[in-house]
């Protein structure tokens, strides 16, 4: 146990005592700490007094037959704790930590929805991803549903996400999806709004939903890597990097360091990728097309390099258990560098559009502010956490994949308004275009992967990728077999969402897109 | 009788309502074709030689197109608003020297001026009742917008207005376009860039194209229109964007009027306008291309905070330099 694990182990045996069942590791450096039904509250305020930037990652529920366990991974400074707690089967309800973590409410109501624990004291116990009609009783990620076509009914008493007609005649809905302009993929949120003002943000996902972690317990890890692909198109590769990692994890085995290193370039390119579009949609939302049609050309670049690369220009299908499916060509290398130098001129360029123009910066200056206090209250990631200053990047804080050997900094912008986290994504992207320079000019030589076996062992871990929208958090069980026993994605979409409910509120209703779109919202991988 | 056909001909055919179809057309197309290539794009390129007649196919398949009228909408209002707009806008056109006459055959009368930029107001109110009888809320949203830029920038529209007009000495449009020696917009350009800035607002484009930001209001006063209804509002947006420059054209470029080196003056002065509306259209392609969509409380602080008070300005400064430019133009 390294120094930091035992000083929080000891936090916990301090403030804990007896109510502490067991302390272990998950994996190497990933601790755990199993404690009696209720106690997880006070494990839970333990870590928060003990380091004011730790919030929630994830909230894993696991069916273990008779009960279900919950975890509650509350990540540091540096690492992921996990608290670990326990509810019987048939009366599965548990405390709501949302009056210590406000940014667990749709943690909790995800679980209450998929494995039907309750969260007493849990300020809107709606449902949050099955349809309104679902019916009661059935949790799809229990062992035991049974879910061919299941039948269903509209019943009265389940409360739906739905916003209730206005009372006092002073408040309007409106409401943004699931088919609307400004939201390409289908959600809903239902805004009431007094005049222009916005006084109360309502969503709702789910409209989407696949099943994702279900159907990963039904095929093979190797047939789940091209799942977790596919449950976000723009960022396949983080997700592909992080399951693979926490399988690797399992199986203790380590990447040959050339794999690292084309690892990490395959993320950024994802990450440059994703910031492009993301800035060109950001031009669409406030009615600055040019900007969109530059941006969205020069995107093209990356889409090219990606497929020199890979093969694919988006889905990359490139990182595998082991390490990678393609070795990197001399030749591709000089052109690549060719592509970047030219990409980084143009990013030059829509800095100082960013920076100087008069129009976008009305639209973006001072909109949608999230404040620090909010940022780390409602356990937001990414870009939206550090353009409101929190200095957070999985790749600083806990190194995967190559970024432990290469420089580059953290960007980090203390506004907090919808112009920060653009300009976070900017010069991002610059950065990006370093790492990838850095890796270009360093490349280790050797094997580019190892054949890893297809059973893994039961055990299980956890694994952390700083993808474009911020942490990705995956947690995968074995049980022994070629099919995993449970595998828990936390997209960083699903994490920022409720933000957008802070940032909206009390602001310009013609404002509500161009917010939202800095939040660099993801509904694929919401729904995953 | 010959008379009468020359006049059905000058009102129908040229300069009037074909000509003004034709050269909205072409218009657009040029409009389209210069904001894709300012935009990195490519623009129409499949219909007709670079896509010149795509505007024309535009239009032709709308029409083909199923026509339905919602059950909640304001029945006649709904129905009648986008061709009243449309004609509306066209008969405004019908004042204003093309071929070195207008269509009625400079059957102008004294303050013509004020009639035309009435005829524009009116159809714009045309527009928004088409959204306003949609009873749509995004509809109802995107005409209210139309309905507060409008009022608020047809104040400055005027004023700027009357700066040719004190130039020249005269309310009629023929004899400001052709009191223009000098370009009024070499005299004063001051008030030509206030102008074209109201124009821009009064055309719904960036960064004033609040009334149809699909990010907001999906459609705006068009949401609810299909077909053959469509087909005309969108005509009477292209023919108010023509229409717009056309103004712009006879009270700061010397509308038609320029050099006859040989032949027939009426195809050399339709030469001179068409280019000049072009040349103003571009103008306004490019603010456009270079501008983000305000909010609608960020343009109407634009025009209260910024334009009206610098439009009386410039009335003023024009005023007030008047009988001195004056003395330049003779």
């Not at chain 1, 690369?309 to 990359?316: C, D, P, S």
């Not at chain 1, 995967?400 to 653009?422: H, K, L, Q």
């Not at chain 2, 040349?279 to 910024?306: G, H, K, P």
């Amino acid at each position: 146990m390294s120094h930091a694990e035992q000083e929080i182990a000891a936090l916990f045996d301090r403030e804990l005592g007896g109510k502490i069942l067991r302390t272990g590791t998950l994996q190497p450096g990933k601790l755990f700490v199993r404690v009696v039904a209720g106690a997880h509250r006070d494990a839970v305020r333990a870590l928060l007094e003990s380091d004011g930037d730790a919030g929630l990652s994830a909230l894993t529920g696991l069916d273990l037959g008779n009960a279900i366990e919950l975890m509650y991974h509350i990540r540091t400074r540096k690492t992921v704790v996990t608290i670990r707690t326990e509810v019987p089967k048939g009366s599965a309800e548990i405390e709501s930590i949302t009056d210590l973590i406000p940014g667990a409410e749709f943690h909790e109501r995800e679980v209450a929805d998929l494995l039907g624990v309750k969260f007493r004291g849990h300020p809107n116990p709606k449902r949050l991803i099955l349809p309104d009609d679902w019916p009661e009783g059935l949790f799809p990620l229990r062992k035991d549903a049974k879910l061919a076509a299941p039948e269903m009914t509209r019943s009265a008493s389940v409360s739906s996400g739905d916003v209730q007609p206005p009372d006092d005649g002073k408040l309007v809905s409106i409401v943004f999806g699931p088919q609307h302009p400004a939201l390409i993929e289908p959600e809903r949120f239902s805004l009431k709004v007094d005049g222009e003002i916005v006084e109360e943000v309502e969503p709702r996902i789910g409209y989407v939903h696949r099943g994702i972690e279900k159907a990963a317990e039904k095929r093979t890890y190797l047939q789940d890597i091209y799942l977790v692909e596919r449950v976000c198109g723009i960022c396949n590769a983080c997700h592909t990097a992080c399951f693979c990692q926490a399988v690797e994890a399992i199986l203790g085995a380590s990447v040959p360091p050339r794999a690292s290193y084309l690892r990490t370039l395959i993320l950024e390119l994802n990450r440059i990728h994703s910031h492009m579009l993301l800035l060109g949609h950001a031009g669409f939302e406030i009615g600055y097309e040019t900007l969109f049609q530059y941006i969205w050309r020069d995107r093209e670049r990356v889409m090219d390099i990606v497929e020199w690369l890979t093969g694919n220009r988006v889905i990359a299908s490139f990182i595998t258990i082991g390490g990678v499916r393609r070795d990197l060509q001399d030749e591709t290398v000089s052109k690549i560098k060719r592509e970047l130098s030219t990409l980084e001129e143009r990013m030059g360029f829509y800095r100082r559009i960013f920076e100087n123009d008069a129009t976008l910066k009305m639209r973006t200056k001072n909109v949608g502010v999230l404040s620090r206090e909010d940022a780390l209250k409602l356990c937001v990631v990414g870009p939206v956490a550090r353009g409101s200053g929190v200095k957070m990047d999985v790749r600083k804080d806990e190194p995967y994949a190559a970024y432990g050997e290469i420089p580059f900094n953290v960007v980090t912008y203390s506004e907090g308004d919808s112009w920060a986290r653009f300009m976070v994504r900017l010069d991002e992207i610059a950065e990006s275009i370093k790492i990838i320079n850095y890796v270009l000019e360093n490349l280790p030589s050797g094997p580019y992967r190892v054949r890893a076996p297809r059973t893994v062992p039961a055990g299980e871990a956890i694994s952390r990728v700083e993808a474009p929208r911020g942490e990705l958090f995956y947690y995968v069980k074995g049980n022994g077999t070629a099919y995993p026993e449970r595998v828990k994605i936390r997209t960083p979409t699903f994490a920022n969402i409720l933000s957008f409910v802070r940032i909206a509120k009390g602001g310009n209703i013609a404002d509500v897109p161009a917010s939202f779109a800095s939040l660099d919202p993801c509904f694929s991988c919401t729904d995953r | 009788m010959s008379l009468d056909l020359g006049f059905a001909f000058r009102v129908l055919v040229f300069p009037g309502f074909a000509f003004v179809l034709l050269l909205t057309m072409f218009c657009d197309w040029v409009e389209r074709k210069v904001e894709a290539r300012m935009q990195n794009r490519m623009g129409p390129t499949y219909t007709g030689p670079a896509g010149a007649i795509q505007p024309l196919a535009d239009f032709v398949k709308l029409l083909a197109k199923e026509d339905v009228i919602p059950v909640e909408t304001r029945g006649a209002i709904f129905r009648v608003a986008p061709v009243l707009s449309f004609s509306f806008f066209v008969f405004a056109f019908l004042f204003l020297p093309v071929d070195g006459a207008n269509a009625i055959q400079n059957s102008n009368f004294e303050g013509d001026l004020i009639f035309v930029l009435t005829l524009v107001s009116i159809a714009n109110f045309f527009l928004f009742l088409s959204g306003w009888s949609s009873t749509n809320p995004y509809s109802a949203v995107g005409a209210a917008r139309v309905l507060t830029q409008l009022l608020s920038y047809d104040i400055p529209l005027f004023v700027l207005a009357a700066a040719p007009a004190f130039l020249a000495g005269d309310l009629s449009v023929a004899a400001i376009a052709s009191s223009q020696d000098i370009p009024f917009l070499l005299l004063a350009p001051w008030t030509f860039v206030l102008f074209v800035a109201a124009l821009q607002a009064e055309l719904e484009k960036d960064p004033f194209d609040v009334p149809d930001a699909e990010t907001e209001v999906v459609g705006g006063y068009e949401t609810e229109y299909t077909g053959r209804r469509l087909a005309f509002l969108k005509l009477a947006k292209d023919v108010q964007a023509v229409l717009g420059a056309a103004i712009a054209v006879e009270l700061f470029l010397g509308g038609p009027y320029g050099p006859v080196p040989f032949g027939s003056s009426t195809l050399w002065y339709t030469l001179w306008f068409t280019l000049k509306v072009l040349a103003v259209i571009m103008v306004s392609e490019y603010l456009t291309c270079v501008f983000a969509r305000l909010r609608i409380d960020q343009v109407l602080a634009a025009n209260w905070r910024a334009l009206l008070p610098l439009s009386v300005l410039s009335l003023v400064a024009t005023v007030a330099l008047g009988s001195w430019i004056r003395r330049l133009t003779r």
